[in-house]
């Protein structure tokens, strides 16, 4: 079978194309012997087909006259044919070879990429390719057949690998289906819904009703082929009544249903779809049954896609979701929960401490106050070492930090640890000398003992070094980050429902074109499979009166190129009533005047010039009962983290000038 | 007070049977230090070395050391078997012992640094190892 797909792809003869069809129909047909593989051979047929449709696609274009009309829409309608069938591979592709799938349904802006599994590697620059990216390109003026063939050939080049032995393999045997299944569901409650790669709104909803048929064909077709390893029935009449919930949308919706996409004619816009209900009722449930599945039969999945991802999770609305930081640092394996519990209580003190700092003076409180969700809502930005300078970015708060895979707002770090100790020596902040830090924590006798007891956990290491001071630290602070929010309690079902909340959810994720960044469940730019950390350009200017962009190069400084200058981290909203001033620097004072930022269309939409804004400079056109619903909404993701209360003293140094230090330091 | 004598005496001891055993782990040597490095480089080095062996041990010896005629054998593993991505899902013992959660890159990379530098086994890898692949 997989060679076909191959063979195929040289050819543009229908004739030839068809003959093939017949004889792998024949050979399906005859081959009474060979066990039946539904599933399997559902998988090639649907390739074989794709492949078929991107050649007749690619031929329109070759053989076409593009400066005429007709052609263009032939071309248009051929294309959404592609996109099409595409929607019934997606369940497999996007697991599968997620970098491929990438040519052949690509970003629709340029990616610089720091998945987690390239994120020790350079960043390196993603074109786009693919469908969406073309139909976009037949709108614009002079186009070109070379650049439209550009667009498409990387598509057509990279469909053979989907037909790959190691693929076939996996599809022999159960298990990969329900890791595919479950980064579909995670799709269904982040991308599918919002818009994410969708070119039009309005397609949004027959796109989805279409994708929802053809993973019930998947289904079908699985259970036939591995009926011992099935999904429960469960799970079926639930994802039946999802469908269900999506059909009935889209007959209210539109006039005439036609099934091919980009056709369909809407009365109304997918602002009115209950994304609430969908993931609360239907998604999180089904999410739950798969997990189930692969923890019950131990399931174990071989790609690398799935990294973060906690086979135990039971919801999408617990943090235990995905991992994206060891917390641990140098004390990775430590189990030993009294070893773990000493070693926060050692990490906290020395938050408090301002032995960290070179005069003694400041600790990481100085700037992220606990009492403040521990980030400083007094100032747009924190003062520097020197006491009389301010810092350029404002201080975030460090709950849920742990949830993002770059670290720093411009993804300068790839480990807390690393950020830890760069706060630690930057001459800025607190000023130390690395080779400094161990010496002056071990001054303390308190600290000594407590550490040479840990170095029993670190065979790698013969004495105590930086590494283990501030992994104590990330582990304290990962504590801060363990609480849920009544958002995340309305979806678990454990507190009613709200209903602002729920219309400010839908907003959020529908009109407010919000949910296309900041993705469930962390609200942060980290999207299903989790396993990136995304920068937008929203043109934040420097001052309220927005006469200019912020100075601030953001990612830029990190990764130079034209996509990445003014780019930020997107960061989470969780607990943002507590955590102003907002953007990286401080420029807004309420969360008003951020979604009055928005609604404008970013620094665009205010009448600055970005060339490279990420953000739509179209406004959002929101009414002022919808912002107050988004608010309420956005408010219900405050997590209840309880207050923390400081040491009641610092370890002693053995060095009498370190004994006058002041708990949390002096500024 | 023959009793009182002897407690430091068999402290000594063990010190010294601790010192022979490891001065006799140094000088049997299993790394070969690159030419042209600084003093302090080589220190580095030994130390990088010899952080990469007790990773190896942690994580890896339990599957891949092979006991050969008597004596425990670690095998050789080259660059392109190690990409770190790849590794952790190599099979299934991958996947659920070497997670992000229960490794980390950069010790990884140090596991790599230790087989880049350590001696190769004399004995033919392809006849007596034999890994999943």
Redesign the interface.
Same mark, same amino acid.
């Given at each position: 079978m997989p060679s076909v797909f191959k063979k195929l792809k040289h050819s543009n003869h229908y004739t030839v194309l068809a003959s093939l069809l017949c004889l792998i129909y024949l050979s399906l047909s005859f081959s009474t012997t060979k066990k039946d593989k539904p599933y399997t051979d559902h998988y090639n047929s649907l390739g074989v087909n794709f492949n078929v449709q991107m050649d007749d696609l690619k031929n329109e274009i070759t053989v076409g006259d593009i400066s005429n009309q007709n052609v263009i829409l032939e071309i248009k309608r051929r294309i959404n044919i592609c996109r099409h069938v595409l929607k019934a591979l997606d369940f497999w592709w996007r697991y599968y070879e997620p970098i491929a799938y990438k040519k052949i349904n690509g970003p629709l802006l340029v990616e610089w990429e720091n998945e987690?599994?390239?994120k %020790?590697e350079k960043p390196y620059k993603r074109e786009g390719f693919g469908l969406s990216l073309a139909l976009m390109y037949l709108d614009e003026k002079n186009i070109t057949k070379d650049s439209l063939l550009h667009l498409i050939d990387p598509a057509i080049k990279t469909i053979e690998v989907f037909s790959s032995d190691s693929i076939i393999q996996q599809l022999e045997t159960p298990a990969s289906f329900f890791f595919c299944n479950r980064l579909f569901l995670l799709n269904l409650a982040t991308i599918y819904t919002t818009g994410f790669e969708c070119p039009e709104d309005e397609w949004i909803l027959p796109e989805l009703n279409f994708i929802l048929l053809s993973v019930d064909a998947i289904y079908k077709r699985y259970s036939l082929q591995y009926p011992d390893l099935n999904l429960p029935q469960e799970y079926l009449d639930l994802f039946h009544e999802m469908s269900l919930f999506v059909q009935q949308k889209v007959h209210q919706n539109y006039k005439n249903v036609n099934p091919l996409i980009g056709v369909a004619q809407p009365k109304d816009t997918v602002s009115s779809f209950d994304h609430f209900t969908w993931i609360q009722k239907y998604v999180n449930p089904l999410y739950k049954m798969n997990q189930d599945m692969i923890s019950k039969n131990h399931l174990?999945?071989?790609?690398?896609i799935d990294?973060?991802m906690n086979s135990k999770n039971s919801s999408i609305f617990d943090k235990s979701l995905y %991992?994206a930081q060891?917390t641990q640092g140098i004390f990775?394996?430590v189990k030993d929960s009294s070893a773990i519990h000493e070693m926060i209580k050692l990490g906290k003190l020395l938050f408090y401490d301002p032995i960290l700092s070179k005069n003694n003076k400041r600790s990481c409180v100085s700037c992220h106050k606990p009492t403040q969700y521990f980030t400083d809502t007094s100032v747009s930005t924190s003062l520097e070492y020197d006491g009389i300078t301010r810092l350029t970015r404002n201080t975030p708060t460090l709950i849920n930090s742990e949830f993002n895979h770059l670290i720093l707002l411009d993804g300068k770090h790839i480990?807390l640890q690393d950020q830890l100790l760069d706060v630690i020596t930057n001459p800025k902040e607190l000023g130390m000398k690395r080779n400094e830090i161990v010496a002056k924590v071990m001054s303390c006798p308190d600290y000594k003992k407590a550490f040479n007891t840990f170095l029993k956990y670190t065979?790698?290491?013969q004495k105590i070094t930086p590494e283990h001071i501030v992994s104590v630290i990330s582990m304290y602070v990962s504590t801060l980050s363990q609480y849920e929010a009544p958002f995340d309690q309305m979806m678990n079902g454990t507190q009613p429902v709200n209903d602002e909340v729920q219309a400010g959810f839908n907003l959020f994720m529908g009109k407010a074109k919000c949910g296309t960044c900041h993705f469930v469940p962390l609200f942060n730019g980290v999207k299903p499979p989790y396993t990136n950390s995304e920068f937008e350009v929203l043109g934040v200017p420097s001052d309220t009166t927005f006469h200019m962009i912020s100075s601030d190069e953001g990612r830029f400084v990190i990764n130079p190129a034209y996509e990445t200058k003014h780019a930020f981290r997107t960061g989470s909203i969780r607990n943002s009533s507590f955590t102003k001033p907002y953007m990286h620097n401080g420029v807004f004072n309420t969360m008003d005047e951020v979604i009055e930022f928005y609604n404008a269309g970013g620094g665009n939409g205010k009448g600055l010039i970005i060339e490279n804004q990420t953000l739509s400079s179209d406004s959002l056109k929101l009414t002022v009962l919808e912002k107050k619903q988004l608010i309420t909404f956005i408010q219900s993701l405050d997590e209840m983290v309880p207050n923390q209360f400081p040491p009641m003293n610092l370890p002693k140094s053995k060095n009498k000038l370190l004994n006058n230090r002041k708990i949390g330091g002096e500024y | 007070m023959n009793i009182k004598l002897y407690i430091p005496i068999n402290k000594y001891l063990i010190c010294l049977l601790l010192l022979s055993i490891f001065i006799a782990c140094v000088s049997n040597k299993n790394y070969i230090i690159p030419k042209g490095l600084s003093t302090s480089q080589k220190k580095d080095f030994v130390l990088q070395f010899n952080q990469g062996r007790t990773l190896y041990d942690l994580n890896c010896a339990n599957c891949h050391n092979k006991i050969i005629n008597n004596k425990v054998v670690e095998p050789d593993f080259t660059v392109e078997q190690f990409e770190i991505y790849k590794i952790r899902i190599k099979n299934e013992p991958h996947v659920t012992s070497l997670g992000p959660q229960q490794i980390t890159p950069t010790e990884i990379n140090k596991i790599l640094f230790f087989f880049i530098n350590k001696k190769k086994n004399k004995l033919n890898p392809a006849t007596t190892f034999k890994h999943i692949d």
């Open positions: 987690v599994f390239e %020790h174990v999945s071989l790609s690398y990294y973060s %991992h060891n990775l394996r480990t065979p790698t290491e | -």
